[in-house]
Every structure is written in structure tokens, then in C-alpha cells.
């Protein structure tokens, strides 16, 4: 092998090594995206209940995540209440918090025996919030530098954490 060619390769490794490195380290960390409920807002009518989850989603990486939809299950005490999907693009820049709004419209009509059983309304009566569990299971999918990737995201919170989050903000992720 010539000189040249040996320096040509060692120029090309001196530039791609220490990026593939960064890079793959940049990928790690955006699969530690952090997710959580950062607030809730409840309401009724006659016919619906209205929950819209804020979470608070964390990008560590130095990569900007593009996601372009959600499909997420909403659960109440192991119930599922409703599911939510979403095809809107919303970028989480890179080292931030970004904030999701997770609109839940449920039925009550339809739902109330499943729901609202006596277990769960004596919860609400006797305002044992930490038993009231709401949990939420589902994905993701995006792009990070035009290479498709799903996030899962699984969270599981009682009522009574939900409300000292709100009471005390702070960034859990």
C-alpha cells in the first residue's frame, strides 16, 4: 500500500471514527427518552368525560426526534378507558423538554359499568386517590435523521401522584 493511500485512510478514520462514536452514542441516549405526566385537566358533560394528559417528554440526546404519530391505550384500575391516536409531526428538540397534549374524550354512557365500578366510585367517595390508577401503554413512531423509530411508552400513576406532581412541578425526567 502506498504512502498516500495510507494517509488518505488514516485521514478518513481520524474524521468517521470519532463521529460514528458520537453518533452511536447519540443514538443510545435517544432511547432513554424520558415521559412523564406533567398535569391534568378533568371535566364533564352530561354525556362525556374529558381528560387531557400534559406529558412532559425529555429528549437527552443531541439529536432532534421528529414524531409524527401516537397510538396510546388509557387505562383506569387495569380498565381501558379509551384510546388515543394522533398523526400530527411535533419535534422534540434536542436537550429539552417538550410537552405533549394527550386528549382522552370518553363515552359515559358507554363506558360506565365498565369504569366506574363500586370499587372505583368508593375510591372517589372516600378520595383514596392513591388507589385510582391511571396507566398508559402504547408508541410512538417518528424519525430521527430520517431513520424510522418507535418509542414505546408505558406510565403508571395513582390519582394522588398526579396531583403532587401538579402541586409541586419539578422535571422528573
Do not use: H, W
Not at 52 to 62: A, C, E, G, I
Not at 161 to 171: G, L, N, V, Y
Amino acid at each position: 500500500m502506498s504512502k498516500g493511500v495510507k494517509i488518505a485512510i488514516g485521514i478518513l478514520l481520524a474524521v468517521f471514527v470519532p463521529g460514528g462514536i458520537a453518533l452511536a452514542y447519540g443514538l443510545d441516549r435517544i432511547f432513554k427518552i424520558c415521559v412523564n405526566i406533567n398535569s391534568y385537566k378533568f371535566k364533564t358533560d352530561l354525556q362525556y368525560a374529558f381528560l387531557d394528559l400534559q406529558l412532559q417528554v425529555k429528549n437527552p440526546s443531541f439529536i432532534a426526534i421528529g414524531i409524527n404519530s401516537y397510538s396510546i391505550d388509557i387505562f383506569l384500575n387495569d380498565k381501558k378507558i379509551g384510546k388515543v391516536e394522533n398523526f400530527n409531526t411535533k419535534i422534540i428538540e434536542p436537550q429539552k423538554i417538550s410537552y405533549l397534549s394527550i386528549p382522552v374524550k370518553m363515552d359515559l354512557i358507554k363506558s360506565t359499568a365498565t369504569v366506574l365500578s363500586s370499587e372505583i366510585i368508593n375510591y372517589f367517595g372516600q378520595k383514596q386517590y392513591d388507589k385510582i390508577i391511571v396507566s398508559l401503554n402504547g408508541k410512538f413512531t417518528g424519525k430521527v435523521m430520517k431513520i424510522p423509530v418507535t418509542f414505546p411508552i408505558t406510565l403508571k400513576y395513582s390519582l394522588k401522584e398526579i396531583q403532587q406532581i401538579m402541586d409541586t412541578p419539578s422535571t422528573p425526567c
